[in-house]
């Protein structure tokens, strides 16, 4: 057995490097990170680091995210509830690290999506926890403008934990005019995601606190309904939906949390409850959804039940870091522990090519509704928003140095979706347009090129060319004024 260092001086404690660290496990990966679970050697307490690849950072010009997300981190770190604490930040050759607070109880997407025990209570609870957050952030001048149910985690004690504030926004004065400047410069430019993103930023107006009530609105309307407000087959047909404020709610959905979601999803952001509040956010506090809760004191959460009995032992007992990890991270070990978690998804089964024919033009309606109703008992089945799978399979998505297994499923409408098989977390969908084109490079890789970037997959089971096929067919269907003669 090793004998532990002794305690770093105050010199060492300030000045931190990855071998003051045992990486575990990879616990998240983002589109510029890996997240890895890790334990400081002179403490034993556990962190999450963050990891970017510089050199991903740079050719991605992400650098900018970075320094922003670092930036909001810090004026936030005086705040004790509901963000993670970035305890320092360090750097070696090829990565930069950002060790935050552990989130042990993962994110609360799972947790409301259809399979879940969420209920009324948690809504509303955790719906008050997300408004003293948003106050937290208003008081620091911040608005976070990439708010949705992944980037809400919850601690030990299943408070939440906001995270990623690379597309955070400062609103001092001198800030303020740097936003405009930033707008005017780049039209067009769009930052969050599409479901949650007010009509404000799809119009490239002004940036205000009221931007996150907007997705305060459509967290609450998932939570409740299970469903997203604005819905529809591509980012385009999403974003039309926004600016129309074209969404229904469900029949049974509760009365005052509707009056709730009516009153935050306005498209003047000026007349959102809580943007006018001299006091932020005293109307929300004040709105008959919350009256049972005590704003002084809120209290211990509900209750969250485990969504099956295989997930509750995925976060915890699955998270120990192994006593014989070397500390520090070199690309070797980093390879390692992606290939370690790839190898833990790997038992999830796919679909192959010999499932039958799922030509689209092929399914006539009753067809369509004969494997709906089959699809369901399909696990999947939750994350495609009731479209049916036409072809589903693991594909490794490559960014940078490193590939995320995920489950890709083509469906109806026309999606593809791709999800977290080890989280059973929906990581998000490559847009169709009539540009969209698919290249096949082998047998194994392929790319779909889309106008704003190119997806750089592997099948490894080695039907590329399936995928090619599959895909330009449903292009084909929906796009048929773009098939060249
Ligand atoms: P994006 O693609 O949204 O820009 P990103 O590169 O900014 O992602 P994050 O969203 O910060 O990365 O992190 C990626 C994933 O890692 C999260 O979805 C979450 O599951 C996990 N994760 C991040 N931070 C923590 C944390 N502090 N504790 C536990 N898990 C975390």
New binding site residues.
Partial sequence: MMTPPPPPTEEAARKRSASDFVFGKV???????T?YLAKDIHTNKEF?I?VLEKRHMIREKKMEYVLR?KKMLQILSGCTNYF?KLYCTFQDAERLYFV????KN??LLPHITKNGSWNLECTKYYAAELVLALEQLNDKGIVHR?LKP??I?FDENWHI?L??F?SAKIMTAEDKKENEEDGRKRKNSFVGTAQYVSPEILRNLETSYASDLWALGCIIYQMISRSHPFHAGSEYLIFQKILKLEYEFPEDFDETAKNLVKELLVLNPTKRLGAADIKPYSSIRQHEFFGDIDWDNIGPPPKILPRSPNSSKSLDKDNKIPDHLEPGLDSEKASRLQLDMLCQTSNTPTRKKSDGNRNLANLDSSEIERRLELQKLDKWHNLVEGNLILKQGLVDKRKGLFARRRMFLLTVGPNLYYVDPA?MVLKGRIPWSAELRTEPKNFKIFFVHTPNRTYYLEDPEGYALEWCKSIDEVHAYYFPQSVLP
């Avoid at 616990?27 to 990170?33: A, L, N, R, W």
């Avoid at 935050?100 to 989130?103: H, K, S, V």
């Fill in positions: 616990i998240g990966e983002g589109s510029f990170s997240v999450a963050k997300e993670v935050l607070t552990y989130a993962g994110e990439d992944e980037n985690l934990l995270i990623d690379g989280t």
